[in-house]
């Protein structure tokens, strides 16, 4: 796939998702839980550039990864230090009514997002 002038060879079909509706739209998609329903509802979520950008540069990095056979992510070629370090802290942005919580836990790269 190619999206944002790169092309992604390992990612799965969530993630090729959201890159379609970032470039598309500037914004991704997924279900929430709404209290009030006692139900899930499908909700967008638009992104501001910045963090459109970063979101983007760390799916390039979690490619790299996937393709890689490595077991670090700091040892693949071409993953900036940075990126390579998300695992091991917990960044919030606040976008909104809802929260970006980068996963330190999983080393998936992407950012998760949290209801206030």
């Known amino acids: 796939m190619i999206a944002f002038e790169h092309e992604f060879k390992n990612l799965d079909e969530e993630h090729e998702r959201d890159l379609f509706n970032l470039e598309r739209e500037g914004a991704v998609y997924t279900d929430q839980w709404v209290d009030e329903l006692q139900d899930f509802r499908h909700v967008r979520i638009p992104l501001q550039p910045a963090e459109i950008k970063e979101y983007v540069r760390s799916l390039k990095a979690w490619d790299l990864f996937l393709g890689s056979g490595e077991k670090w ?43 206030k």
């Open 73 to 115: 992510a700091r040892d693949v070629e071409g993953i900036p230090a940075d990126v390579a370090e998300m695992p091991n802290r917990y960044g919030v942005t606040q976008n909104s009514s809802y929260l970006f919580l980068q996963n330190s836990i999983s080393s998936d790269f992407s950012l998760y997002f949290i209801r």
